[in-house]
């Protein structure tokens, strides 16, 4: 089993510092953010540009997540246990039980196929 890892980046090192706006004002424009496997544990990420970013198998206890868009996000293995997410948007590909699962629970989040 994977455990959260500090990510030796400049824009996730932004995050751990609680400058959103930075991290929005730095990550590359139309291009994709790796973010796999982050420990984003207890963080305020409110008001993140999530689009694009790829959170898989990240780490989200704690975090408030209120109103961020996910739904250009992947997701696929991050956990949200007791993560504060009223307001978000989640990709269609996770169902809201999915979601309660991993907040209630700590599950990771499962992609449903079609």
Known sequence: MSQPKI???PLYALL???DITGFNNERPSGGAVDMVGGDFRGLDLRELNADGVDFGDAYF??????????????LQGASLAHAQISGAYF???????EILMSMNFGTRL???TR
């Open 7 to 9: 990510l030796d980046t």
């Open 16 to 18: 751990h510092i609680d």
């Open 61 to 74: 206890r704690s975090a408030d997540l209120r109103g961020i868009d996910f739904r250009n996000s992947n």
């Open 91 to 97: 990709p269609v590909e996770l169902s809201a039980d």
């Open 110 to 112: 499962r992609y449903r």
